[in-house]
């Protein structure tokens, strides 16, 4: 895995970030030192697959990446004829993405993986659904639709995983959570310039929300239980239930 070092020289002018091949290369152990309980949520949406995968229906990871919680889904899938479909609109991630997949080709035989804006892509006879650090990177305009279109193609009693970076309304909390946040980073091994200049990159990029916000939203889509099943300071994952 190679060491995610991007940020730490000095920058003259800080790019907004962006989903390219440099981050690509790097992407696994990036997100690994960055967000509190990613591989802790990979390991669930195992279990959550093992539990809510229906017979003959289509599962999605929507905005894959490298297909870290493709292969989780995969490993968990234990209903028949299924298919995974996991997509992102970054043509580095996609292009390392089918090479991880094709080494796991005994895991991976139902799984498709495709280049496209998952704005753009038919949800349909869907059991489970995985937005794992995913919907802050769409416009805000954008997330009602995208989670109304992905509740009317679910089958009842299917399941969205919706695994956020999140803000909180209390400021107290909010930079209590985003200080311990930064902690985590420099026990990680990111220096302060880092976790700055990498800070910056994402402001206009990555635009995080409440949990209220994420769970009344979800409610008006259609989803009909909502709940957050795993939250380690400012991140969460939620579970929200057709
Ligand atoms: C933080 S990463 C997701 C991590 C991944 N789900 C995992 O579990 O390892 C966000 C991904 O969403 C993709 N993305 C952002 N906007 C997208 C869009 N409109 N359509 C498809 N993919 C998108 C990015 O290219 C990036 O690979």
Request: one cysteine or more; glycine letters at 6%; a negative charge.
């Amino acid at each position: 895995m190679s060491k995610d070092r991007i940020y730490n020289q000095s920058m003259a002018k800080i790019a907004d970030f962006s989903f390219d091949a440099q981050v690509a290369d790097v992407f696994t152990d990036m997100i690994e030192r960055s967000v509190p309980g990613y591989r802790a949520i990979l390991t669930m949406i195992e279990t959550l697959t093992e539990h809510y995968a229906q017979p003959g229906s289509n599962l999605y990871d929507l905005g894959c990446s490298l297909g870290g919680a493709t292969l989780a889904m995969a490993n968990g899938m234990n209903a028949e004829n299924c298919t995974i479909y996991a997509v992102d609109n970054s043509s580095a991630m996609v292009e390392r993405c089918r090479k991880i997949m094709q080494r796991s080709v005994h895991t991976c035989a139902g799984v498709h993986i495709d280049s496209a804006d998952i704005r753009e892509v038919e949800i349909a006879d869907a059991s489970v659904v995985v937005l794992n650090f995913t919907l802050q990177f769409i416009p805000q305009s954008d997330r009602f639709q995208l989670l109304e279109k992905i509740c009317a193609g679910m089958r009842p009693g299917g399941v969205l995983i919706l695994s956020e970076k999140v803000i909180f309304k209390d400021d107290h909390l909010d930079e209590l959570l985003a200080g311990i946040h930064h902690d985590f980073k420099r026990a990680h091994g990111y220096s302060d310039l880092e976790i700055s200049q990498k800070r910056s990159a994402l402001e206009n990029v990555l635009i995080p929300e409440t949990i209220p916000t994420h769970r009344e939203r979800l409610l008006s889509a259609g989803f009909s239980s909502v709940d957050v099943w795993f939250q380690c300071f400012n991140f969460m994952s939620m579970l929200a239930v057709k």
